[in-house]
């Protein structure tokens, strides 16, 4: 199978010396892509520039990015993208941009380099588009999952929002962690079979597995890919 892993964080520039980012590794990702590798699967991964985990080791392709636009970008150059049969949306991407900086006095701020002279600083800070909305034009084809990372709230409330997740951006499942759900790993799928992982490491061992077992040559994508799953989702075991 060809698999495409995005991992690590992504950052978004404050000037040209600073940036906005988030605490990911890239650990995650860099486990699953070499998880696929060893069981014989081409594997492509996406890196956040800024991952402080080793990257990951051969015949893992490794495609650095650096912003949201910039992974994007890079997607959009993949050659043969129709043929990929897995995508797992692991990166930990900004969900906000800097709009605008303005100083103390109200004044627009935008060097190269802003001066800490300067005072104190108010930005303001915009949305930015969810690429995992993208995800099912780039790859009409394809299993994806994605993943919903929730410090507040609980597992209920999780296990909602992934499934809101599958719904607005078309995906097949979608892996939940975080204090949100507690310890390990949450798998749900579209038919709304669930499943526990205790680690990283099972969850790695479980998804080559689980996909394993899929049909890949899906003449009609969608319907045909959420039926594979769906089939195959009312095994899983153990329920959360």
């Known amino acids: 199978m060809r698999v495409v892993v995005t991992s690590g964080p992504s950052y978004e520039p404050l000037d040209k010396v600073r940036r906005l980012s988030n605490f990911s590794t890239g650990e995650l990702g860099t486990l699953l892509a070499e998880s696929f590798a ?6 492509l991964c996406f890196r956040g520039i800024t991952s402080t985990f080793a990257a990951p080791l051969w ?5 650095p990015f650096a912003t949201n636009t910039d992974l994007e970008e890079s997607l959009l150059r ?19 941009r800097v709009a605008n900086i303005v ?21 303001t800070l915009e ?6 909305a993208s995800m099912r034009r780039m790859f009409p084809a ?24 599958m719904e ?13 759900y507690g310890s390990g790993f949450g798998l749900i799928a579209r038919a709304g079979e669930q499943a526990h992982l205790p680690d990283k490491a099972a969850l790695c061992r479980y ?9 890949m040559a899906l003449a009609a994508p969608r319907q045909e890919s959420f039926h594979a799953l769906s089939s195959f989702t009312t095994s899983l075991s153990p329920f959360i």
């Open 59 to 63: 015949p893992v392709e490794v495609v």
């Open 207 to 215: 998804l080559v597995e689980w996909t394993e077992k899929l049909p």
């Open 78 to 96: 993949m050659q043969a993208r129709d043929e990929v049969n897995l995508v797992f949306h692991t990166a930990a991407l900004c969900d906000f």
């Open 142 to 165: 394809s299993i994806i999952v994605g993943w919903k990372h929730e410090l507040d709230g609980t597992p209920d409330k999780i296990k909602a929002l992934g499934r809101r997740q």
């Open 127 to 132: 949305p930015v588009p969810k690429l995992i």
């Open 103 to 123: 100083s103390e006095k109200g004044e627009p701020t935008e060097r190269d380099k802003i001066s800490s002279r300067d005072g104190a600083l108010t930005l």
């Open 38 to 43: 060893e069981a014989g699967h081409t594997v």
């Open 168 to 180: 607005e951006c078309l995906t097949d499942a979608c892996v939940l962690n975080g204090a949100a």
